[in-house]
């Protein structure tokens, strides 16, 4: 069974910056993706970013600049840096790890954008 666990979530105002976390435990194919959506408040769950376990990202159009993807694989972490954040980021960012036909959640963290 694979968990993932996000932390860095909180409160930031407008221009401010956060880091989040996804620890990865448990049986993890060494060739995966890790990624990251949110989703708004009565919106659908988004794509933010995503990164190969070679290190290939890809980047919403919303973020693009202004976030960074990186992964530590010797610890199967993921980050995320956001930086120059706008109201419009406040979220729940879940992380999620791809492998094959597994495809795996974290439980969320929540980030809010506000002054």
């Known amino acids: 069974q694979v968990q993932l666990v996000e932390s860095g979530g909180g409160l930031v105002q407008p221009g401010g910056s956060l880091r989040l976390s996804c620890a990865a435990s448990?049986?993890?194919?060494?060739?995966?993706?890790m990624g990251w959506y949110r989703q708004a408040p009565g919106k659908q769950r988004e794509l933010v970013a995503t990164?190969?376990?070679?290190?290939?990202?890809n980047y919403a159009d919303s973020v693009k600049g202004r976030f960074t993807v990186s992964r530590d694989n010797a610890k199967n972490t993921a980050y995320l840096q956001m930086n120059s954040l706008k109201p419009e980021d406040t979220a729940v960012y879940y992380c999620?790890?791809?492998?094959?036909?597994?495809?795996?959640w974290g439980k969320g963290t929540p980030v809010t954008v506000s002054s």
């Open positions: 999620n790890l791809h492998f094959g036909v597994m495809n795996y």
């Open positions: 448990g049986s993890i194919f060494r060739i995966n993706i």
């Open positions: 990164i190969t376990s070679s290190g290939s990202t």
